[in-house]
């Protein structure tokens, strides 16, 4: 089974597996398909993070993060007073990291793929040169960025434009598709070398930006090992850094083990404050001590060890909010966009594979890269721009995340793969910025807690909350008055706001059949046999 933001792109890994390949080649053939038919967060221009654990149990993980240019300086968003200098870092060439799609994909096919590369990139190049029909959510999505397009390509990506982009319209991506062949054809070379690598450089020396040819020949994902942490019978297998989430989600789910939350219910006040509490004392922990680990110590052991965690939740009040502020001061939170998407794969052997991948904002830079026809990120804005500064997200971060030269930026993103007692059990992950932390928390307690359905868990209203600023965001319709009025009286201050996330998981039920659950707050779908 796949689950991903898009029915097509779904079919493609599902259609890979149906020919005999593994879930790291589905994963492959799936991300790239979503580089063509969900290109706000779908890529070969940004990055990403692989989960993979084996049908033996043996687990890895893959960093295919984007890294920042080798000219990348600390005060390059900045202007001759030290001031940010606003939306540099946000959008166009100067926004781009070096992207570290396509270097992780060709890695993880080396170390795990079955069926051929070229197999694994074909459905992408299908969808780009032949065409396919824009869903009502993509096609908005196209009409939302038509002046962002305008604004920052010098040459028009004509294909983009339109005066009015609707459902059912088809779409193709000649240059894209070409572009995917030469992947195909020549793998790394195929977009670090050659044309691709000449057209990347051409759209930086067009708009300012810094990444070079060295930089994309040097450009290599990294094999890191897990963050494992066990709750109750379960182990939850997640991403180390350079993301913050799989500590983050480790202290989370730590932090909650010891209360009755099943008997409490889901979304009732007790839980909601306990799982609220303990959201601010990870967050401010995330604040200060996660960076790219190869730049910064991050001490994932004491931040993951169970009597440090039952520790911070000592002062947890089980009657009154605890001011944020009161938890750490002076050092303030990143938050990424929450334009990013997620595949959760298992395949007939019992391989699972857990991706999250992103361009960072909504189609990333907005600069398409002209002749290879694809989106460059802007990741460089997941870095602290300026230490203490809010970033386009109204967020900061420390010393640990400050920019670097080929440093790696601190991400969010949480591939997650879930044992019960050994075995599978779940394969989860979500886009969403801070947010993929706590949706992914919710999404695994809604099922081991609260007994949902996997649809059912990816379904429910979620909430969130970050330490900073001191406030919890719940989705619309996510708890009735009395219990929003309960919360508010215990010193929680509540800021209801639109759809949180869009998860994708997998749970493997007790008889050994998979069940999907696929966000219906995008067009996510489901496709197996
Ligand atoms: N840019 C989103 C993230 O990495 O968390």
Do not use: C
């Not at 991400?411 to 019960?420: A, C, D, F, L, N």
Request: no cysteine; charged share 25%.
């Amino acid at each position: 089974m796949v689950v991903s933001a898009h029915p097509l792109a779904s079919k493609a890994g599902a259609d890979v597996m149906r020919k005999g390949g593994n879930a790291v080649d589905a994963a492959i053939a799936t991300q790239l398909a979503l580089a063509v038919v969900h290109p706000s967060a779908g890529n070969i221009g940004g990055g990403g993070f692989m989960v993979i654990r084996q049908k033996d149990g043996s687990l890895n993980t893959l960093d295919y993060r984007e890294k920042a240019p080798s000219a990348a300086t600390s005060t390059m968003y900045l202007n001759e007073q030290g001031d940010v200098i606003p939306g540099l870092s946000e959008s166009g060439q100067l926004s781009a990291g070096i992207p570290g799609t396509v270097a992780g994909l060709v890695e993880s096919h080396a170390r795990y793929g079955k069926l051929s590369w070229k197999e694994l990139v074909q459905p992408a190049i299908d969808l780009a040169l032949y065409g396919f029909l824009l869903t009502q959510k993509e096609a908005n999505g196209l009409n939302y960025i038509q002046e962002d397009l305008k604004k920052y390509n010098s040459i028009l990506p004509q294909f983009l434009i339109n005066e009015k982009w609707e459902a059912g319209d088809s779409i193709r991506y000649i240059d894209l598709g070409h572009a995917l062949e030469r992947i195909r054809d020549r793998g790394l070379a195929g977009f670090y070398e050659g044309k691709t690598a000449d057209d990347i450089v051409a759209e930086m020396q067009r708009g300012n930006g810094l990444i070079t040819h060295e930089d994309l020949k040097n450009y290599k994902p990294v094999w890191r090992a897990p963050i494992v942490a066990s709750y109750k019978e379960y182990k939850i297998i997640s991403m180390p850094p350079p993301s913050s989430g799989g500590i983050a989600l480790a202290q989370l789910m730590r932090s909650v083990e010891n209360y009755p939350i099943k008997d409490w219910g889901h979304n009732n006040t007790k839980t909601v404050h306990l799982m609220v509490e303990a959201e601010r004392r990870a967050y401010a922990d995330r604040s200060v001590y996660l960076g790219d680990p190869d730049f910064y110590d991050v001490p994932v052991q004491q931040l993951t060890d169970k009597k440090y965690i039952d520790d911070r939740m000592n002062t947890f009040d089980a009657k009154t909010a605890t001011p944020s502020k009161a938890i750490r001061e002076g050092v303030f939170i990143l938050k990424e966009s929450d334009q990013t998407t997620h595949l959760s794969i298992v395949d007939s052997e019992g391989n699972a594979v857990s991706i999250t991948t992103t361009l960072n904002d909504s189609y990333g830079s907005k600069v398409v890269v002209a002749g290879s026809g694809f989106i460059l990120n802007d990741e460089m804005d997941d870095f602290s721009v300026k230490p203490g500064v809010p970033n386009m997200y109204g967020a900061v971060g420390g010393e640990a995340n400050k920019i670097e030269a080929a440093k790696r930026m601190l991400s969010s993103m949480t591939p997650t793969i879930v044992e019960k007692n050994g075995k599978l059990f779940m394969v989860v992950g979500t886009p969403g910025g801070t947010t993929i932390i706590t949706s992914v928390f919710q999404t695994i307690l809604n099922v081991v807690e609260f007994k949902m359905t996997m649809q059912e868990a990816v379904s429910a209203k979620r909430f969130h909350s970050q330490w900073l600023p001191d406030e919890v965001f719940p989705e619309n319709g996510t708890m009735d008055s009395v219990t929003i009025k309960k919360l508010e009286s215990m010193g929680h201050t509540l800021q209801f706001r639109g759809e949180i996330g869009r998860v994708d998981a997998i749970l493997v039920t007790p008889d050994g059949k998979l069940e999907g659950g696929a966000d219906p707050r995008g067009d996510d779908a489901a496709a197996g046999f």
